[in-house]
């Protein structure tokens, strides 16, 4: 594996500047596209799952976090509070309390249940030495974040439903969960004290961990403050591990929010939260991406999908339809002409794009393109319209697969 912070300064992903601060990177052209693509596939994998996106502000009253109990339990996380005009502002260390509110919002029926709440939105924490260079370590998040308000009948199946979104991001990513883990609560002051909601919580992540038939491993310490989780967790190239999903069960923070629904019995019942994050931060999610990949990134997530290289300046037009042409199907392509080297050298700056379309002589009087894969292999000429129809229907399909037979 890579190191992201390397790679991601030589792709020209992202950078740091001592100005801005340890640990708040900003996004270069190429990484932000790449954040885009990952941030559009989430939010379309979320939609087909039922749930609704929201945006909500990135801080709050002080009295919010502490209705939510963060301000008691995680205030070494947390940023100073503002005084703006005689009341206290925080950054928000986490969406939770926003989206309790959005529920509270309005009267709920047992109907809308399970509601899926899902925003990438940002957060904050306040890491005293964020690692200037990094992904990994940020104080400022991006966080796939969603909360299911429902029944406490209906919590394994939301849960389940949560584990299996996941388990198919990380196939359709090429994400290896290192392992699986039941974060538990331990001795220490920094969990809510309420024994019999933390045993309920426990045993219903227990259940579906058990009929999911993932291994997994049970770990005393690692709880949110509010409760149990399931977290997913992934590992760099020195063994080093982090969490990137997780699936969490609250009890606490809809008794402090007195969130309600109606029931179809007519009474006032309590919702359970099921917080869970598909893909974690996109900061880490991205880190862990340029480490797998090496920046050879699948089609689809390519910052440049395909290069047209005119073998001589007589085919510069005809490579520059080809780009127009992909741009026009949403394809990200880029024109790199004879001022730029011999034909060997361009191929060899384009190594890590996926599709690299030489046009000779021969091609442009045809219409037609030689494409030469990421992989090597190179392909008879095509008319140039069939290449383009093919790359952007694989990459509609945002497979792995460059070429497939
Ligand atoms: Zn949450």
Redesign the pocket.
């Known amino acids: 594996m890579y190191d992201h912070r390397k790679l991601g300064r030589e792709l020209g992903l992202f950078d740091t500047d001592p100005l801005i601060g340890a640990g708040l990177p900003y996004w270069l052209p190429d990484g932000a596209v790449i954040r885009h693509t990952l941030e559009e596939y989430i939010r379309d994998v979320e939609r087909r799952a039922g749930y609704r996106h929201v945006y909500s502000p990135v801080l709050g009253k002080r009295e919010l976090y502490e209705i939510s109990g963060h301000w008691s339990h995680y205030a070494d996380d947390m940023y100073p509070p503002m005084d703006l005009g005689g009341e206290q502002m925080v950054l928000r260390p ?3 309390p926003h ?1 309790a509110l959005i529920y509270r919002s309005r009267a709920r029926s047992y109907r809308e249940l399970p509601l899926r709440v899902a925003e990438l939105g940002g957060m904050f924490r306040s890491e005293l030495s964020g690692v200037l260079g990094g992904l990994t370590r940020v104080r400022a998040i991006q966080l796939n ?1 969603a ?1 299911i308000f429902c029944s406490l009948e209906q919590v394994a199946d939301e849960a389940r439903s949560a584990l299996e979104l996941i388990a198919r991001a990380y196939r359709d990513l090429g994400i290896h969960a290192a392992r699986y883990r039941l974060s538990l609560p331990d001795e220490g002051g920094k969990y809510v004290a309420d024994p019999a909601m933390w045993r309920r919580a426990s045993a219903l992540l227990t259940e579906v961990l058990d009929a999911s038939g993932v291994r997994y491993e049970a770990v005393r310490g690692e709880a949110a403050f509010y409760g149990p989780k399931i977290d997913v967790q992934i590992a760099d190239g020195a063994g080093r591990e982090a969490t990137l999903s997780t699936v ?1 069960v ?1 009890l606490h923070q809809p008794a402090r929010f007195d969130l309600r629904y109606v029931g179809a019995d007519g009474g006032r019942h309590r919702p359970v ?1 099921v ?1 869970r994050s598909v893909i974690g931060s996109v900061e880490r999610a991205v880190a862990h991406l340029v480490e797998v990949y090496g920046g050879a990134f699948p089609g689809w997530l390519a910052p440049v999908q395909l290069v047209a290289l005119p073998v001589s300046e007589a085919e510069v037009p005809r490579a520059r339809a080809l780009v127009e042409r992909c741009v026009q199907r949403g394809l990200r392509a880029e024109l790199v002409g004879p001022e730029d080297g011999s034909l060997g050298a361009r191929v060899r700056a384009a190594r890590l794009v996926p599709y690299q379309a030489v046009i000779g002589a021969r091609e442009a009087a045809g219409d037609e393109v030689a494409l030469r894969l990421r992989d090597g292999r190179r392909l008879p000429a095509l008319p140039a319209g069939r290449a383009v129809d093919r790359i952007a229907e694989l990459v509609a399909a945002r497979g792995t697969e460059l070429w497939p037979d």
């Open positions: 986490s969406l939770c989206h974040d909360h969490q609250d939260m917080h």
